[in-house]
Structure formats: structure tokens, C-alpha cells
Nanobody, 125 residues
Framework: VRLVASGGDSVQPGGALTLTCTAS????????VGWFRQTPGKEREGISC????????YYRDSVKGRFTTSRGNGKNTVSLHLNSLKPEDTAIYFC???????????????????WGQGTQVTVAS
């Protein structure tokens, strides 16, 4: 059973990336999936979430209109597409499963959720 976040890279401001959360050993479709990010000295912050049946997506104001999340059809993955990146988006990005669509909508993690190991996104000139 494993969850892996990948796709982080160094890009210039205004650039774009796609992060992928890949599950193995369990069906990611059975869970809501949230994306979180963390910078040194700050708490981990939830920034987006995709509900279990994919009928709802939630975005924190700081990324709304720039980031989108979606499931990979039949691929046991969830992606986070990052557009119009800003230096303040620099962080380690994590994905996590969530058993509650309500907690998902609040950008909160659920007890017992599975976490990916994180992938670094750096936005700099």
C-alpha cells in the first residue's frame, strides 16, 4: 500500500507544472484526495481537494483560478495542475487520502489518511 506524489520541478514565475498522486495497493477512487503544501517554518496547508466521487473540487483562495485537480481515468491517480505559478507557490507538495468529503472541503486531513512523501516545487527567476 503506497501513495506517491511526483512531478515537482523548478520553474520560472508564470510557468506550469502537473503533479501526480499515484496509489498502489488500494483504489484511490474510494477516497477524496487532498493536496497540501509546506514551506520551512510553516505548518502544512491544505490547498485543494477532490471529493470521493469527483463531483466537487475545492481550492484555497491563494490557488483558486490557477490550480485544478482531477482524477486520471483508470490510472489510480489524481493530478494537480499548477498554472501561473508564483514564487510564493514554492513548497513541498503532498497528496493525501481523505475519508470525509466534509473534511476535504475544509482542506483538513482525516485521521488515518494515507500520505504521499512530498514533491518539491520551486518557482524562481
Amino acid at each position: 500500500v503506497r501513495l506517491v506524489a511526483s512531478g515537482g520541478d523548478s520553474v520560472q514565475p508564470g510557468g506550469a507544472l502537473t503533479l501526480t498522486c499515484t496509489a498502489s495497493g488500494f483504489a484511490l477512487d474510494d477516497y477524496a484526495v487532498g493536496w497540501f503544501r509546506q514551506t520551512p517554518g510553516k505548518e502544512r496547508e491544505g490547498i485543494s481537494c477532490l471529493s470521493e466521487n469527483s463531483d466537487a473540487t475545492y481550492y484555497r483562495d491563494s490557488v483558486k483560478g490557477r490550480f485544478t485537480t482531477s482524477r486520471g481515468n483508470g490510472k489510480n491517480t489524481v493530478s494537480l495542475h499548477l498554472n501561473s505559478l508564483k514564487p510564493e507557490d514554492t513548497a513541498i507538495y503532498f497528496c493525501a487520502t481523505n475519508i470525509s468529503d466534509y473534511l476535504c472541503s475544509q482542506f483538513a486531513a482525516s485521521d488515518g489518511g494515507r500520505w504521499g512523501q512530498g514533491t518539491q516545487v520551486t518557482v524562481a527567476s
